[in-house]
């Protein structure tokens, strides 16, 4: 379960960037998104722990993710 975060009217989630091995160029790369912990765990990923982030709940999607090219503010 992801880390939330209520602040005023504003709920937060905790989002990291992640590797997952890209079967077209055999190496694991990192996503050009971010995505919640479960998400991550979900889709076999490997988060990248150091980058974890508290964002806006608006920021990510139903799915638990960001849009491509995401950047935290």
Do not use: H
């Not at 937060?12 to 055999?26: G, K, L, W």
């Not at 806006?56 to 950047?71: E, L, P």
């Amino acid at each position: 379960m992801a880390f939330q975060q209520q602040v005023g009217t504003e709920s937060r989630v905790e989002i990291y960037q992640f590797c997952m091995y890209d079967i077209t160029s055999d190496e694991l790369i990192t996503s050009k998104r971010w995505a919640t912990l479960g998400t991550i765990e979900y889709i076999k990923a490997s988060a990248i722990r150091k980058t974890a982030t508290l964002v806006n709940k608006s920021d990510i999607d139903a799915d638990g993710f960001t849009v491509i090219g995401y950047t935290p503010q």
